[in-house]
């Protein structure tokens, strides 16, 4: 599978990830691959680009009020 997330959030944990600087790169090879699946994990800036193409929404509901930065 597939996951992209922003720049931020590619840093805050840049662990054995595979980076590229351009959506229209990452998105070229499922655009010939519809039956593949691309997850979007953030930030807000990599939503915001990607919020119109989907498909569908898996949303998750985390109980609580968490600090975050």
Known sequence: QTI???AKT???IAENLTFA???KEVL???QKNPTKHIFVIGGREIYRQTY???DYYY???VK???EGN
């Open 4 to 6: 992209l997330m922003g």
């Open 10 to 12: 590619f840093a805050s």
């Open 21 to 23: 600087s351009n959506l």
């Open 28 to 30: 070229k090879p499922y």
């Open 52 to 54: 119109t193409m989907a």
């Open 59 to 61: 949303v998750s509901l």
């Open 64 to 66: 609580g009020i968490y």
